[in-house]
């Protein structure tokens, strides 16, 4: 069964830093692997999502994502922060047979400290 | 083109009403899907349609029934509600499955009572 973890809850950081979420996923095949950001009260947004080719995919708003096999990871980096950042980051890995069904993490909340 | 649609936004009922979400998409895709999202636990899949006529159990379906009305609407319908059925369920839509994108609705918030 595919599962993923996202290890930190919640997040701080300052206006400026960079920012490292992380993703570990079990699939037992190639995943499809993708990181939804989501605003308060909204749905969720698409960031970046990796399916093959470079393993360092870049995405919106400045984030990129780096797939890595070996740690059955797929964290998420931005060099800086914007307050506008704030807000809640689910990972999901999906595959092939499982057709269209994604599994997420429990999400990370970002606070953005000023 | 508004993406994907939900209504209602906000319901409260009393345990064993039962009630319908509504969810629409006007981007001509195939594949429809329910979540749910609780604190702490992400999103869950309800109920997932690959296709037109076509509808198949996620992760957590008991309490839950779902209708492909046509290939852009996707209803859930909650027969007897449950306090354990409090929650904001998601609505989302994708081209087809596999690694394609799914694009999410606003969200409908329900409280059980």
């Known amino acids: 069964a595919q599962s993923v973890t996202q290890p930190d809850i919640h997040i701080t950081v300052s206006e400026g830093a960079s920012l490292e979420l992380r993703c570990n996923y079990s699939y037992g095949a190639t995943p499809y692997l993708f990181w939804y950001v989501q605003s308060p009260g909204q749905g969720l947004q698409l960031l970046l999502k990796?399916?093959?080719?470079?393993?360092l995919v870049q995405g919106i708003k400045g984030f990129e994502a780096e797939f890595k096999r070996s740690q059955s990871s797929f964290n998420l980096r931005k060099p800086s922060v914007h307050w506008s950042d704030a807000a809640e980051y689910f990972c999901a890995v999906g595959g092939g047979t499982s057709y269209g069904k994604l599994t997420f993490g429990q999400g990370t909340i970002l606070t953005v400290h000023p | 083109n508004a993406g994907v649609t939900q209504t209602p936004k906000f319901q409260v009922l009393k345990t064993g009403q039962s009630m319908t979400l509504q969810c629409a998409q006007d981007?001509?895709?195939?594949?429809m899907y329910w979540y749910r999202q609780d604190p702490g636990m992400g999103l869950r899949l309800i109920y997932y349609?690959?296709?037109?006529?076509?509808?198949d159990k996620g992760e957590v379906p008991n309490g839950y029934n779902v209708s492909r009305l046509n290939k852009r609407e996707f209803s859930l319908r909650l027969e007897s509600a449950a306090p354990s059925q409090t929650s904001v369920y998601f609505c989302?839509?994708?081209?087809?499955?596999?690694?394609?994108?799914?694009?999410f609705g606003p969200g409908t918030r329900l409280t059980v009572l």
């Open positions: 349609s690959a296709s037109e006529g076509t509808t």
């Open positions: 989302a839509s994708s081209e087809r499955g596999g690694p394609n994108e799914q694009f």
């Open positions: 990796y399916f093959s080719g470079d393993t």
């Open positions: 981007m001509n895709h195939n594949s």
